[in-house]
């Protein structure tokens, strides 16, 4: 099968190609080139930017592939250049979608596909919009599509920083140091590892009960916040030691550390992945634990695992909340990976 992923080397992406090449298909992928390369060298790769919209589907033009992956569509202009671009020269578009677009609180647990859409972010409203152009577009000109809603994703390529972005988290549960979990930790919520969510996306591929559908592709196994952090705990034999802050507090001290608890975190957050088995031969069979014990063994081996005394702000916002205080943030500390937004 020839595969083109759009992105390709992100979390995710690098564990599709991975089992793609694997199990001997004919991987591209398309990218910046910006981001540091962790899949087969024998992959293809072709530089440049899908934003460009002209530029991108003028590189588009001479090829031809049996499905299209798009890790990194963010705008619903993505999604029309998506149909520009492979309507006649593939049979199937998927794109990575995010549980995101149902917002929250969620109408019942565990949520089911048909969730309605209610995104508080402009990330989710945006999935939202995507996912739409391209289900309406399913059939037209024999080109097929398929939408996929990963969860929270993780495993080696990403750092255990919790809901904070703290990457001295689990180096802070083997000293037994305090750690921030809002609203006490009772949200249900679910992690899933990367290898799990990835053989979805790959058993979605060309499979005729996936066109036209979108799918849940998140953990089995199902917890909550206090749940998440004991498993990590354990995974680097430390000892969970807790504050619970309110989350508005947590938004209002610091609103770019703290985006994702605000619009995303703070919901119970459990979904039902019998769709996705029932058609794709979905299921989990990576237990948090164990998720946790190869992240942190990566993030050890890549150097990504922070020293406590790296990053301050758990101890900063602790303290501050206690004592009824606006915490000190030195310049810099109020951050989030995520481009650095504050709504999500």
Known sequence: MKVLLIGGTGLISTAIVQQL???????????????????????????????????????????????????????????????????????????????????????????????????????????????????SANGRNGLHTTVLRPSFTTGEGATAAGTMFDDSLPNRLRAGLPVILHDGGKAAWAVAHVSDVARGFVHSLLNPKAYGQAYHLTSDEHTDWTGVYGALAQAVGGKLNTVSIPTDWLYAQAPHRAVGVKYIFQYPSTFDNSKAARDLGFKTTVPLVETFRRQVAWMEETGKLKKVEEDRFEDLMIEAYQKGAKPDLPEGMDWNPWGNGTTG
Not at 41 to 53: L, M, S
Not at 73 to 102: D, H, M, W
Not at 114 to 124: A, F, I, L, T
């Open 21 to 135: 090449v694997e199990r001997g298909d004919e991987v591209t992928v398309y990218n910046r080139g910006v981001t540091p390369w962790r899949i087969p060298k024998n992959v293809k790769v072709i530089h440049g930017d899908r934003w460009k919209y002209p530029e991108f589907e003028k590189q588009m033009e001479p090829l031809s592939f049996d499905a299209v992956i798009d890790m990194v569509a963010f705008a619903p202009e993505n999604a029309e250049s998506l149909l520009r671009a492979f309507t006649g020269r593939a049979k199937q578009i998927v794109v990575c979608s995010t549980v995101c677009v149902y917002g929250g609180p969620l109408t019942k647990l565990p949520a089911t596909d048909d969730e309605p859409h209610r995104p508080v972010g402009d990330y989710g409203k945006n999935k939202s919009k995507i996912e739409s152009i391209l289900l």
